[in-house]
T-cell receptor, first 114, second 114 residues
Framework: ETGVTQSPTHLIKTRGQQVTLRCSSQ?????VSWYQQALGQGPQFIFQ???????GRGNFPPRFSGLQFPNYSSELNVNALELDDSALYLC?????????????FGPGTRLLVL | AQSVTQLDSQVPVFEEAPVELRCNYS??????LFWYVQYPNQGLQLLLK??????LVESINGFEAEFNKSQTSFHLRKPSVHISDTAEYFC????????????FGSGTRLQVQP
C-alpha cells in the first residue's frame, strides 16, 4: 500500500505567477483535502474533493482552485501568487464512510513566493 | 464552526520526565478529536484520535489523551518522554457531519532535553 505523495517537494515562484501542485492519494482513498501551513502555524483547510467534486471550502479566495481526477489524484492551482502564499502545502487523503476516517498526510510542497 | 487552542507554544522537558500538552476546543456541534505529530521537514502523522466510546485513547508509542466534554479539552500526555519525541504536536477537530475538514490548533513544540 503506497502512501500519499506530493510533487514537487520545493518550488520558488515570483509574485503574479501561477503554480500547480500535485498529490497522489493513498491507494483505495476517495477523498483529498488540501491545507496551507504558514511558518510557525497550524495547517488551514483550503478545500476538499470527494469523488471528483468539491466537497467544501475554507476561507481562501477563488484564485485557489483544484481538481480531482478519476484515479483520485488531485491538483491545487494558485493564480496571481502573492508573497503571503509562501507556505507548506499539505495534501491529505481518506476513505470517507461517515465515521471519522483518518486523513493521511503527504510530506508537503514548500512554496516560496519572491 | 470550530476552533482549537493549544495553550503552550513550546514545552521543554527532560528525558524520562512526564509531559502534558494542552488542547481546548470550541464547537457548536459534536466533534471528532485528533492529535497529529510533525517531525522537522515532514508532513503530519496521526498520533491518536477520539471518535466515540471510552474517553481515554492511547497510541502505540506511549502517548494517551483524554476527552473531557465538560471542559472541552483533549490533553495529550506521556508518562516518560524520549529524545525522539521532539517534534511539533497539533491538536485538531472535525465535525461529525458534512465534509469533516480538520481545524488545527497552532501547535506545541515539544523539546526533550537529555
Amino acid at each position: 500500500e503506497t502512501g500519499v505523495t506530493q510533487s514537487p517537494t520545493h518550488l520558488i515562484k515570483t509574485r503574479g505567477q501561477q503554480v500547480t501542485l500535485r498529490c497522489s492519494s493513498q491507494s483505495g482513498h476517495n477523498t483529498v483535502s488540501w491545507y496551507q501551513q504558514a511558518l510557525g502555524q497550524g495547517p488551514q483547510f483550503i478545500f476538499q474533493y470527494y469523488r471528483e467534486e468539491e466537497n467544501g471550502r475554507g476561507n481562501f479566495p477563488p484564485r485557489f482552485s483544484g481538481l480531482q481526477f478519476p484515479n483520485y489524484s488531485s491538483e491545487l492551482n494558485v493564480n496571481a501568487l502573492e508573497l503571503d502564499d509562501s507556505a507548506l502545502y499539505l495534501c491529505a487523503s481518506s476513505y470517507e464512510t461517515g465515521t471519522g476516517e483518518t486523513q493521511y498526510f503527504g510530506p508537503g510542497t514548500r512554496l516560496l513566493v519572491l | 464552526a470550530q476552533s482549537v487552542t493549544q495553550l503552550d507554544s513550546q514545552v521543554p522537558v527532560f528525558e524520562e520526565a512526564p509531559v502534558e500538552l494542552r488542547c481546548n476546543y470550541s464547537s457548536s456541534v459534536s466533534v471528532y478529536l485528533f492529535w497529529y505529530v510533525q517531525y522537522p521537514n515532514q508532513g503530519l502523522q496521526l498520533l491518536l484520535k477520539y471518535l466515540s466510546g471510552s474517553t481515554l485513547v492511547e497510541s502505540i508509542n506511549g502517548f494517551e489523551a483524554e476527552f473531557n466534554k465538560s471542559q472541552t479539552s483533549f490533553h495529550l500526555r506521556k508518562p516518560s518522554v524520549h529524545i525522539s519525541d521532539t517534534a511539533e504536536y497539533f491538536c485538531a477537530v472535525s465535525d461529525r457531519t458534512g465534509r469533516r475538514a480538520l481545524t488545527f490548533g497552532s501547535g506545541t513544540r515539544l523539546q526533550v532535553q537529555p
